[in-house]
């Protein structure tokens, strides 16, 4: 069986730049006006541990998974190389953001703030129970 040939448009370099420039962003504005990132939380603040959330969500809910997507008709060869490429990059975002929901979820049994009082809370757990429920 010959490999499918790889489909080339425009638009998907738009669409990396436009996600890496999110993903850029993001990560600057966690590092240079939010005090960094951690994973501990040794310090007082514990904005750092904060600062994972939103960053790790959006290379992984947003970016990664854009990527996953364009694997289809981006990455070349056959089918089972382009669905293999697929869940790869789909299992790299779903573990980037189940460090982001476990950071948030840190945070806020740290501050003994309460979880899931907001609705974006909500939507975000409902968003990333079906990303998870996704199967090839």
């Not at 436009?18 to 939010?34: K, P, T």
């Not at 600062?51 to 992984?60: A, F, K, R, Y």
């Not at 806020?108 to 079906?130: A, M, N, P």
Request: hydrophobic content about 60%; charged content about 15%; aromatic content about 12%.
């Amino acid at each position: 069986m010959a490999a499918a040939p790889a489909v080339r448009f425009p638009v998907f370099g738009l669409v990396r730049l436009l996600g890496l420039a999110a993903a850029a962003a993001i990560l600057f504005w966690a590092v240079h006006f939010r005090g960094g990132m951690a994973l501990s939380t040794e310090e007082e603040s514990k904005l750092p541990l904060f600062n994972v959330h939103p960053v790790l969500m959006l290379i992984g809910l947003v970016a990664l998974n854009g990527e996953a997507l364009l694997a289809y008709k981006t990455v070349p060869g056959t089918k089972k190389l382009k669905k293999l490429v697929h869940l790869a990059v789909q299992f790299l975002a779903m573990f980037l953001s189940l460090i982001g929901l476990w950071a948030v979820w840190k945070f806020h049994d740290e501050r003994k703030i309460d979880h899931l009082y907001t609705l974006h809370s909500w939507l975000g757990l409902t968003c990333f129970i079906f990303f998870s429920l996704q199967v090839d």
